[in-house]
């Protein structure tokens, strides 16, 4: 009796080896792999949502931002990312806030030129003069003649009231007018950023106070000796 029990057993046990045996050998799945890496925007905007206080800002200030740029640096992983600021879609001019972000999720090197408190300090969201009037006041400033009329090219569009009028005697290329904020001591103000180009020389932006009319600022964009035309403001270094 006990030798039937015996072989018994140790056919239960041959059986369940094999098996094993069976499993580890035919077993074609993989091993579990680390954690993907989380992306890095994502680390970016959390990153700013949870330091407002030490970047001066309040909830408000980034809850109309947009990511403009992003991009990796190949050599050593690490990714930049720019963020715009905007009121009700209005881009604030030079309002950009950088971070760096290292492969395993570190940020570092932050740049901040957002305008802080910018929804109780910007002076208005209605413009008091017309883009053309815009135009006109621009012209002026630079000596142009005057353009007594704009053909629209294309009519305004979005928040920013975009409007592009066609070249003329003012510009050898199409008039571009939008909405802008223009960061100042006191918060922010709205002007209408005027495009044209006059000559191959000369790309200008025209900061026109779209309340009162002034001329705030004004640049040429145009590296003269090569006559190559930049973005301004630059978003990013690679820009």
Known sequence: MRSHVALRVAIIILVVTAAIASAVFTYKGTTPSAAAPADPRAVAENYVRQNLTQLGLIESDISDSVISDAYETKHNGVTHVYFQQRLGGIQVLTGILNTNVTKDGQVFGIGNRFVPHLAETANTSVPQI??????????????????????????????????????????????????????????????????????????????????????????????????????????????
């Open 130 to 239: 017309t883009a053309q009037q815009a135009v006109n006041v621009a012209a002026a400033d630079l000596a142009l003649p005057s353009a007594t009329q704009l053909i629209v090219q294309q009519p305004a569009t979005g928040p920013d009231q975009q409007v592009v009028f066609a070249k003329n005697a003012l510009s050898m290329v199409p008039i571009k007018a939008r909405l802008q904020y223009f960061p100042v001591r006191a918060g922010a103000r709205l002007v209408w950023d005027v495009q044209l180009q006059p000559d191959s020389n000369h790309y200008w932006h025209v900061e026109v106070d779209a309340v009162d009319s002034r001329v705030i600022r004004k640049f040429n964009l145009v590296k003269n000796d090569s006559y190559k035309v930049y973005e301004w403001p630059a978003e990013s270094p690679k820009h």
